[in-house]
């Protein structure tokens, strides 16, 4: 099916008597990322058959982006909205309505008409911004292993400050980079440079079912990363041995220059044990994009969704998707060109 729907005049009626319209707002530090965070909806939701509105309601409302969803599938959808990263408020148009008014704090200053049918809005969820500081990098508690030998708790573990060390990731990231993996049709995941584990936590807030498996070369990691809830291995993912076979690998490598020779041979090394119709998902330097994708598409024949660069505080990023899948790249295909279109 087409993950994407223009809506007119004529098939509004059919459309809104099976389906609803749920308009999602993006988060202030992701406003310019409006691509990705429509990419991050649909995947998650993939399972559900999420549709992007192209040409939706409430234009002139910045940050407003619009999605079909079958009524029946409503309460489900709902269930996951405080697990979306790039978008954090949601709202329902009811074209039900006997009076149509706007019971939200979306200021629009057009009428409440949309091909011809009148509706109302209401606020459906509001993520919990106390929530989102608890699950900060800064806030969460971690394990290592001290000098001594013995574990220690720490509260707002960042990274080690190395070359191969990198700043922990946003939330709203590390939800994304989970999201776009597709989460509610994975069993089993690798992280293969885990580093402070926010991939690995957030992949447990988003699917706690999921058995994920981290890699990263820093012994002392290894009690915070299965605090986390992960299956451990210390060493590189460069030469490690791996018997499973993964269905998404997600991970934000090392952004050094430094690092990048030994990122490409990693991907290449735990790649083979991405399932046939596995998913790899990962951020990286804006520096390093063009080598790693070269190595997905020219040394290991990997099918790109997409990628989007994006800057995190300064730091210009990459994040791409990739899968073996040639069925769920040929089905995405027209919707990531449609939504590669908008701004």
């Given at each position: 099916?087409?993950?994407?729907?223009?809506?007119?005049?004529?098939?509004?009626?059919?459309?809104?008597?099976?389906?609803?319209?749920?308009?999602?707002?993006?988060?202030?530090?992701?406003?310019?990322?409006?691509?990705?965070?429509?990419?991050?909806?649909?995947?998650?939701?993939?399972?559900?058959?999420?549709?992007?509105?192209?040409?939706?309601?409430?234009?002139?409302?910045?940050?407003?982006?619009?999605?079909?969803?079958?009524?029946?599938?409503?309460?489900?959808?709902?269930?996951?909205?405080?697990?979306?990263?790039?978008?954090?408020?949601?709202?329902?148009?009811?074209?039900?309505?006997?009076?149509?008014?706007?019971?939200?704090?979306?200021?629009?200053?057009?009428?409440?008409?949309?091909?011809?049918?009148?509706?109302?809005i209401e606020t459906i969820y509001k993520q919990d911004e106390k929530l989102y500081e608890q699950q900060s990098p800064h806030n969460r508690t971690f394990k290592i292993v001290s000098y001594n030998g013995e574990e220690k708790v720490l509260n707002g573990y960042r990274g080690n400050g190395t070359d191969m060390g990198r700043r922990a990731l946003p939330v709203e990231d590390a939800r994304c980079l989970v999201n776009l993996s597709i989460p509610f049709n994975e069993n089993k995941v690798l992280e293969p440079f885990a580093g402070g584990g926010g991939i690995i936590y957030m992949y447990k807030y988003i699917n706690p079912n999921v058995d994920i498996t981290s890699i990263d070369?820093?012994?002392?990691?290894?009690?915070?990363?299965?605090?986390?809830?992960?299956?451990?291995?210390?060493?590189?993912?460069?030469?490690?041995?791996?018997?499973?076979?993964?269905?998404?690998?997600?991970?934000?490598?090392?952004?050094?220059?430094?690092?990048?020779?030994?990122?490409?041979?990693?991907?290449?090394?735990?790649?083979?044990?991405?399932?046939?119709?596995?998913?790899?998902?990962?951020?990286?330097?804006?520096?390093?994009?063009?080598?790693?994708?070269?190595?997905?598409?020219?040394?290991?024949?990997?099918?790109?969704?997409?990628?989007?660069?994006?800057?995190?505080?300064?730091?210009?990023?990459?994040?791409?998707?990739?899968?073996?899948?040639?069925?769920?790249?040929?089905?995405?295909?027209?919707?990531?060109?449609?939504?590669?279109?908008?701004?």
């Amino acid at each position: 099916m087409e993950r994407y729907v223009e809506i007119d005049g004529k098939n509004i009626k059919e459309l809104t008597s099976n389906n609803n319209v749920v308009c999602c707002r993006l988060r202030n530090s992701r406003i310019k990322s409006k691509q990705l965070a429509i990419m991050e909806m649909l995947l998650m939701n993939y399972d559900l058959g999420l549709r992007f509105i192209k040409n939706g309601p409430l234009g002139d409302v910045k940050g407003i982006v619009s999605f079909l969803i079958s009524k029946d599938k409503m309460d489900a959808l709902t269930e996951r909205l405080n697990r979306i990263g790039y978008f954090n408020e949601f709202y329902l148009l009811n074209f039900d309505s006997e009076i149509c008014e706007n019971k939200s704090n979306i200021e629009t200053i057009n009428p409440l008409v949309w091909k011809g049918l009148s509706f109302s809005i209401e606020t459906i969820y509001k993520q919990d911004e106390k929530l989102y500081e608890q699950q900060s990098p800064h806030n969460r508690t971690f394990k290592i292993v001290s000098y001594n030998g013995e574990e220690k708790v720490l509260n707002g573990y960042r990274g080690n400050g190395t070359d191969m060390g990198r700043r922990a990731l946003p939330v709203e990231d590390a939800r994304c980079l989970v999201n776009l993996s597709i989460p509610f049709n994975e069993n089993k995941v690798l992280e293969p440079f885990a580093g402070g584990g926010g991939i690995i936590y957030m992949y447990k807030y988003i699917n706690p079912n999921v058995d994920i498996t981290s890699i990263d070369i820093d012994e002392t990691l290894k009690p915070g990363l299965e605090y986390y809830g992960a299956k451990h291995i210390v060493g590189s993912s460069a030469n490690v041995h791996l018997s499973e076979s993964y269905d998404a690998i997600v991970t934000e490598v090392p952004f050094s220059n430094n690092a990048t020779s030994s990122v490409v041979e990693a991907i290449k090394n735990v790649y083979a044990n991405l399932d046939e119709k596995g998913i790899i998902v990962l951020m990286c330097g804006i520096q390093q994009s063009k080598d790693i994708a070269n190595c997905l598409k020219e040394d290991l024949n990997s099918n790109l969704l997409f990628k989007k660069e994006l800057n995190r505080k300064g730091t210009d990023v990459v994040i791409q998707v990739w899968t073996k899948n040639f069925e769920l790249y040929n089905e995405l295909e027209s919707t990531i060109s449609t939504v590669s279109k908008v701004f």
